[in-house]
């Protein structure tokens, strides 16, 4: 089973984990310490980071490697650092979460997916950009994963991909489920047809967002591991949690012992 590092669990890291409440504050944060001169050096960092903790792969946040600011140059540097550090890109968060993409930025999202190696995108989706997207997802041969996040059961998650079924999926987020008020091992069983991929997230309390380390929440982490292989999902799971006010570097070495345990047992 392949455990992946989302490198959005360091959403925060760039404004030292203070002030840092804001998602898009975080991000324009993030995307502005990688675009530029440092990249190379801030990118190492990170991959190394990964490497330290025993992970094999990431799924890498768009703000990490925009595919709008990065250049040629940017992308050839990211490939030959995971490359140097053996680490596989299972997913990338580049996503069509706003209504009306062009053609243009379809495709730029999808030759930066090629270009890194990512098979999945998994990010939020807007339904009208289901064609567009189904379109460059089968030229390209690289599935979208919709990102449960506002929808509050399975249902309304198939209701947006099942018309560009089989290229549009779920990227099921045990975290937002469960924030929703929903039971993600019942939504593993209820999106079994639509699986794309898979984030693995723990939460404090439903009505909220504040994650945790995997096994300290409300999620039946263990539970929804079990139910993905008895559905015969074999696929790389995403080890998430995004807190904006503490590093969670000691977090995710615990997140990850526990699954690689559990994973075992079953």
Not at 72 to 89: C, F, G, H, N, Q
Not at 160 to 181: E, M
Not at 204 to 225: E, N, S, Y
């Amino acid at each position: 089973m392949t455990f992946a590092f989302m490198t959005a669990n360091y959403v925060a890291k760039e404004l030292n984990y203070t002030n840092s409440l804001e998602w898009k504050k975080c991000q324009e944060a993030t995307v502005a310490a990688f675009h530029g001169p440092n990249f190379e050096s801030k990118f190492e960092e990170l991959i190394d980071t990964v490497k330290t903790l025993k992970f094999d792969a990431i799924e890498l946040w768009v703000a990490h490697l925009d595919p709008f600011k990065a250049t040629p140059k940017m992308i050839e540097t990211a490939k030959r650092i995971l490359s140097a550090y053996e680490i596989d890109v299972i997913s990338y968060t580049a996503g069509f979460g706003s209504p009306g993409a062009t053609r243009e930025e379809a495709k730029k999202v999808f030759e930066t997916a090629k270009e890194i190696g990512a098979p999945v995108l998994a990010q939020h989706l807007h339904r009208d950009n289901g064609e567009i997207v189904k379109e460059f997802a089968e030229a390209y041969h690289i599935y979208m994963g919709l990102e449960n996040h506002p929808e509050k059961t399975p249902q309304e998650v198939i209701k947006i991909i099942a018309p560009f079924t089989p290229w549009l999926g779920s990227a099921i987020d045990t975290g937002w489920f469960a924030t929703q008020g929903y039971d993600p091992v019942r939504a593993v069983r209820e999106l079994k047809d639509y699986l794309v991929h898979v984030h693995l997230k723990d939460v404090k309390a439903a009505g909220a967002h504040d994650t945790c380390t995997l096994g300290d929440g409300i999620v039946d982490i263990k539970g929804v591991m079990a139910e993905l292989k008895a559905i015969g999902y074999s696929g790389p799971m995403t080890v998430e949690h995004e807190p904006h006010l503490h590093d969670p570097t000691e977090d995710i070495k615990e997140s990850l012992k526990r699954v690689q345990q559990w994973s075992s047992e079953l």
